[in-house]
């Protein structure tokens, strides 16, 4: 998103970034504030629990994952040297959520039910394996992480998930152009 819509410079003109979500005549700006918000708008489906404790470690976890999903971003937009670093920070950042966060006793990282957590992880669900093919590299591997695998396939198989996925295909050529044209600039 290189050039910047009036709309998107009006609602974000602080990050001149998406997303934002309007609701009313009010913007929320940043991902995981805007899924906050939600979460506290509309109290149908919660994603934070009601106990303090297991609120500030879902929040700690969505601030890591938010934190360090940049490395995996790295890994599509570089090569060489900085491609191998920001590789290991990736796995590195893997390692941890699969030792720490996820534990054996969930399917998902909310239990039976999509929390927080899952959504700041949930973007790796279906692009880490696009991401994987473009560039040649196996991150999330099944040997080596199998509780986040098993992850992978549970919360694509939530119906609200799996209904609104985007087109594999399509996002593959989006992100195989993207790429080119990003490795291509000057």
Not at 57 to 71: D, N
Not at 74 to 97: D, P, R, W, Y
Not at 125 to 138: L, S
Not at 139 to 152: G, H, K, S, T
Request: glycine residues 4%.
């Amino acid at each position: 998103m290189s050039q910047k819509s009036p709309l998107l410079l009006k609602y974000n003109p602080i990050h001149k970034k998406v997303p934002v979500l309007i609701h009313g005549e009010k913007s929320i700006c940043e991902s995981m504030v805007i899924v906050e918000y939600i979460d506290e708008t509309w109290q149908l489906n919660p994603l934070l629990s009601t106990d303090p404790y297991d609120r500030a470690v879902a929040r700690f976890w969505a601030k890591y994952i938010e934190e360090k999903s940049f490395s995996t971003w790295n890994v599509f937009c570089n090569t060489g040297e900085k491609q191998q670093n920001a590789i290991k920070e990736s796995l590195e950042m893997l390692k941890t959520i699969e030792e720490n966060a996820l534990g054996e006793k969930y399917k998902l990282f909310g239990g039976e039910n999509i929390g927080l957590m899952d959504i700041a992880f949930g973007g790796y669900a279906h692009w880490m394996e696009i991401i994987e093919e473009i560039v040649g590299v196996k991150l999330l591997d099944p040997q080596i992480f199998p509780r986040l695998n098993a992850w992978v396939k549970k919360f694509k198989e939530v119906p609200v998930i799996k209904d609104n996925l985007p087109d594999r295909d399509e996002m593959f050529v989006y992100m195989k152009n993207a790429r080119e044209k990003m490795l291509a600039a000057p």
